[in-house]
């Protein structure tokens, strides 16, 4: 019982594609997206646009050929 | 001179995305911007091998990876932590009022063995392509799938709610969906 169950979701999951198995229907998806929002939004620290200003003078980078 | 500032405001503009996977690699805000910043001395170190008009967001998550995975190896036993803690910990259960809580989610997460975790953060919240996802852990896009799927039924499973509909509406069919996914 449990293990067609378990089949028929399997198949389920297939054919709604790999897109469906996050998407908007679905609460993980829409966790997922929240929690890693989150993390976006957060302020970038000052350190990393001034080590990027000291890479930039330090290593200037040649034009590729 | 204008390859640099180009270059460079590419990367600023990149921060948000690597440091939010970092976190979700690390579960450290302070491990994780370490992280990011050796990233970015990599990335501009090795600037000559990127190639232009390709995806620059897959080519940073890519060495955050590799760097991320070189320190775990460095560091030994750190490693494999997570998952030795994921069978010692006990369910989350869902708030009082139902609805899933965003803290709830980050420990349901955390939870998960780390392979499993980059997989559904690449495709779920980074918004990579199972094929980019791939390209990014090195391996097959058959395998990312299959993490994905497993992390997320894991996550059902741990935050005990089934698929489409919303917050498991009972002990039992919570207990069903769970010996399913198991």
């Known amino acids: 019982m449990t293990k067609q169950q378990s089949g028929a979701e399997q198949t389920a999951l297939r054919r709604q594609g790999s897109n469906d198995l996050l998407g908007a229907n679905s609460e993980i998806g829409r966790k997922l997206k929240q929690y890693y929002d989150e993390l976006l939004s957060d302020e970038v620290p000052e350190r990393f646009s001034q080590l990027l200003a000291q890479l930039e003078q330090a290593e200037p980078l040649q034009k590729k050929g | ?182």
């Open chain 2, 1 to 182: 001179m204008a390859v640099s500032s180009a270059f460079k405001n590419d990367l600023l503009a990149a921060i948000p995305n690597l440091r939010a996977f970092a976190v979700s690699l690390t579960q450290n805000a302070d491990k994780a911007d370490d992280l990011v910043q050796e990233t970015l001395v990599k990335a501009w170190d090795k600037h000559e091998s990127f190639q232009m008009g390709t995806n620059l967001k897959a080519w940073l998550f890519t060495i955050l990876r590799n760097e991320f995975y070189s320190q775990m190896r460095k560091r030994g036993r750190e490693v494999q932590d997570t998952d030795g803690i994921m069978t010692e910990r006990l369910a989350v259960h869902p708030s009082q009022h139902g609805l899933l809580d965003l803290e709830d989610f980050r420990g349901a997460l955390e939870q998960l063995p780390q392979d499993q975790r980059e997989a559904i953060i690449l495709i779920g919240a980074s918004g990579f392509s199972y094929e980019e996802a791939a390209e990014i852990c090195g391996c097959a896009v058959g395998t990312i799938k299959s993490r994905v799927s497993r992390a997320r039924n894991r996550l059902q499973e741990i935050l005990k709610i089934s698929g489409e509909e919303e917050y498991g509406p009972d002990a039992i069919s919570a207990q069903v969906t769970g010996s399913n996914a198991a």
